[in-house]
């Protein structure tokens, strides 16, 4: 069986960390879902800059919009929302064939807003009724500002991806939104069988910066055990918060659990596998979204094994001994969420002035 299909087996979807308009013009998402059994697809700021970048594909889109005196923010969702538009339309059959619980295609907020609740509220609001596709999300960083956003948006019917999630703290703020914002919905009388989320934890960035702080401490044999074991631990509150009593009352109303998704999954140490985050943690009601390399290394050579629940044990020492060592995952988690922030801000600012250039 091809490797990908098989982690379906295991209950787990693979989404593809990718969007461009050759990916769709060429055939390759069609092949890619008919094939490797592709359930879903998400995309941010830093993706979208290298696909209108290396390519004349958007050229045109840009000087037709140029012509409507749009300021360049609101020309890049036009374009972006078009590519999502289409991309959820080829998933529409995953969706279909899934009853709603995959085939979704992911657009991020600005991330301008990442501080700032109810500018987010309103941009959610926008590209939702903008984009009008059942199987879409749109993503809303977990920050502390975010989360209000979030349960606000939950309330509306909106579906959430919540994304640069890095700490266990607030990862349960995070299922306390969702769960909240379900709760304001049925309040109003409305339905929530439809509403769907995904809380996005990010991984292999969480090694790249506590690796070196390991190495200092002289616990070396700890070097890329962090991210996986937060990870797994992260499946256990998802485990302990969807079982509880609270959700059993909103799931008698239709909810669906808020799934966690594996992001950031792409191997970033040489000297690690380059399936490392897609191996260990595949379960049951879980999502990963990769970039290409690391969907062709995995169907090329990964193996699926149920594995996410294995070594549990360990995860609880390894965190224990990390932060034993004062190497507080706390403070690791605010500090990659501003770094994410900025690596986000970085691509959308040259994003920007790439089409202010092209307006020219």
């Known amino acids: 069986m091809n490797n990908l299909k098989a982690i379906i087996k295991h209950g787990q979807s693979i989404w593809l960390d990718l969007l461009d308009r050759n990916l769709m013009d060429s055939g390759k998402l069609k092949k890619l879902i008919q094939e490797d059994g592709l359930r879903g697809l998400t995309s941010n700021p830093a993706i979208f800059e290298k696909a209108i970048s290396n390519s004349t ?3 045109e889109d840009i ?3 140029s012509k409507k005196v749009l300021d360049n923010e609101d020309i890049f969702f036009e374009v972006a929302v078009s590519d999502i538009q289409r991309a959820a339309d080829i998933f529409k059959s995953v969706y279909d064939n899934t009853n709603g619980n995959d085939g979704f295609v992911s657009l ?3 991330p301008r807003l990442a501080r700032d609740t109810e500018g987010t509220i309103q941009q959610a609001r926008e ?7 059942k199987n879409v999300m749109i993503k809303i960083p977990g920050t502390a500002e975010g989360l209000p956003a979030i349960r606000q948006c939950i309330s509306e019917g909106i579906n959430v991806n919540v994304t640069l999630l890095f700490g ?3 990862y349960r703020k995070v299922t306390e939104a969702y769960m909240g914002g379900l709760e304001d919905r049925l309040k109003t009388g409305q339905s929530i069988n439809h509403v769907q989320s995904v809380a996005s934890f990010f991984l292999s960035r969480i090694d790249v910066m506590v690796d070196p702080m390991l190495e200092e401490k002289g616990l070396e044999g700890l070097k890329g055990e962090v991210a996986i074991a937060s990870a797994k631990k992260a499946y256990n509150i998802y485990e302990e918060v969807f079982s509880s009593e609270r959700f059993k009352v909103l799931e008698t109303k239709g909810a669906k659990p808020q799934r966690v998704l594996w992001a ?4 970033k140490d040489p000297s690690y596998s380059d399936v490392k985050y897609v191996e260990a943690l595949i379960g049951d009601n879980t999502i990963n979204t990769v970039p290409m390399e690391t969907l062709d290394a995995f169907r090329d050579h ?9 070594d549990m044990e360990k995860a609880a020492k390894v965190l224990e001994e990390v932060e034993k060592a004062g190497i507080h995952m706390e403070q690791v988690a605010q500090d990659l969420v501003k770094e994410g922030i900025d690596k986000f801000n970085a691509p959308f600012e040259k994003l920007l002035r790439g089409i202010e250039e092209q307006k020219k």
Do not use: I
């Open 57 to 59: 594909d958007y050229d």
């Open 63 to 65: 000087a037709e919009l």
């Open 108 to 110: 991020e907020v600005s």
């Open 127 to 133: 590209l939702w009724q903008k984009v009008d596709r």
């Open 168 to 170: 266990l703290e607030r």
């Open 264 to 267: 950031s999954t792409s191997t």
């Open 302 to 310: 990964g193996k699926a094994n149920m594995s996410l629940k294995d």
